[in-house]
């Protein structure tokens, strides 16, 4: 289907103006498409996740270790959504430097012999520091598990020879957190 402007027009959730990869929190909710209960069901008031809610739970976690500027916080799969309070974190411009500093440290500090070292010969042979994880938008962090979820419930359902259709609505719901209140 070709974009018509006439009748494709999505009003954007997203607050006018406002800087989604700032350090702050973020109440998320991400809805399996056509509101399918894909990751588990509820027993006696606790939710049990299936092979696909344990994905999700799974990549969760992982996603820390993807960009340094995001923090893990609460986080619960149902049956056909996933709610998150995502967190940004303001990481600043010195984390470059310090990660070189650490790195010529640790060269000087790992030399075995006692001799004298010329410091600005012996840096400027060395590797360049090691490369962090990107920081990332709320929408980047979100795009990223959604992708990862999907790709990781596809593999399972072409095993068994079968088709998945879209695992997630487009878009997600998300609410600023401003406060404790």
């Not at 009748?7 to 103006?17: D, N, P, Q």
């Not at 359902?157 to 609505?169: A, F, G, P, T, V």
Request: aromatic share 10%; net charge neutral; with cysteine.
């Amino acid at each position: 289907m070709v974009y018509n402007p006439k009748i494709h027009h999505r009003r954007s959730i997203r607050l006018k103006g406002y800087d989604y990869s700032q350090a702050g929190a973020y109440f998320i909710t991400i809805c399996c498409d056509d509101r399918i209960c894909r990751f588990g069901k509820i027993v006696n008031k606790e939710m049990i996740l299936n092979q696909f809610g344990l994905i999700a739970y799974k990549e969760w976690i992982k996603l820390a270790d993807r960009f340094i500027n995001f923090e893990l916080d609460v986080f619960q799969i149902m049956p056909n959504h996933v709610h998150m309070i995502l967190v940004l974190k303001d990481v600043g411009a010195s984390l470059g430097a310090t990660l070189a500093v650490t790195q010529k440290e640790n060269i000087i500090n790992n030399f075995i012999d006692d001799e004298i070292v010329d410091d600005e010969n012996l840096w400027a042979g060395a590797s360049p520091a090691p490369t962090a994880a990107p920081t990332a938008s709320m929408s980047d962090i979100i795009g990223a598990y959604k992708s990862i979820v999907a790709n990781a419930c596809l593999t399972i359902y072409k095993e068994k020879n079968e088709q998945m259709r879209k695992l997630w609505q487009r878009n997600c719901y998300e609410h600023i957190i401003r406060n404790e209140k």
